[in-house]
């Protein structure tokens, strides 16, 4: 399978706890997003790299956030002391940008469900 | 106020039908539109991107009014299998990213 993956699929964790998760782009995409989405409610952009670098963080992402992509392969994001309000579906996309490029079709992953208890 | 506003629906059409839903953006600035469906509990999946000229593909049209800062999509001859949540998609704004709408949803009744 060339598309999108996402690991762990599911996440049950109690408040407080640490959890991580990891998304593997399509290998020729240079550009990888989070994003969350909960029930009702449109993806919710949180952050985007290109390559390596982290170009861009939501400002809505409290400081217990934080995500990597340290080879601009695979990225993974981290919540430090979940709350029941991280419970939600957490997605990953990857799109294949160039400077020009204006229309950046963006693919998803499966998402990792996050259930905070 | 959000950067995409879209109608939640919900759509209930029976099969066969012509269905459209509107999406607005607010940020006039904003370069790219698309839509995505989403099934339930799946990941949203690239529909159609949404060209200035309007596109179509099968029974599907998308058209964009920049004047208006407005997007459209419409379903000629509905099929069950229609039946999804369809999120409108625009890139730009604050931090060129990627703004969702909340999502539309469609049911398609035999």
């Known amino acids: 399978d060339t598309g999108v993956s996402q690991d762990p699929r599911h996440k049950i964790t109690k408040r407080g706890q640490n959890v991580t998760f990891r998304c593997d782009p399509i290998s020729e995409h240079n550009r990888l997003y989070w994003y969350r989405q909960t029930l009702g409610q449109g993806p919710e952009f949180l952050t985007y790299f290109q390559n390596e670098a982290q170009l861009e963080k939501s400002r809505l992402l409290s400081d217990r956030f934080s995500a990597e992509r340290p080879k601009g392969s695979f990225s993974t994001l981290e919540i430090q002391r979940t709350e029941q309000g991280d419970s939600a579906m957490y997605l990953c996309?990857?799109?294949?940008?160039?400077?020009?490029?204006?229309?950046?079709?963006?693919?998803f992953g499966p998402g990792t469900r996050l259930t905070v208890l | 106020r959000k950067e995409v506003e879209q109608d939640p629906g919900p759509f209930n059409v029976p099969e066969g039908a012509t269905v459209a839903f509107n999406c607005t953006y607010s940020?006039?600035?904003?370069?790219?539109f698309f839509w995505y469906r989403q099934d339930c509990r799946k990941e949203p999946k690239l529909l159609m991107s949404?060209?200035?000229s309007g596109n179509e593909d099968g029974r599907f049209t998308a058209q964009l009014n920049r004047a208006s800062q407005y997007i459209s999509l419409l379903i000629r001859d509905s099929k069950l299998s229609d039946s999804a949540t369809y999120l409108c998609?625009?890139?730009?704004?604050?931090?060129?990213?990627?703004?969702f709408g909340t999502g539309t949803s469609l049911t398609v009744i035999p």
């Open positions: 998609v625009v890139k730009g704004g604050p931090g060129n990213q990627f703004y």
């Open positions: 949404v060209y200035s």
């Open positions: 940020n006039s600035a904003s370069q790219s």
């Open positions: 996309a990857s799109s294949l940008g160039s400077g020009g490029a204006v229309n950046n079709e963006q693919f």
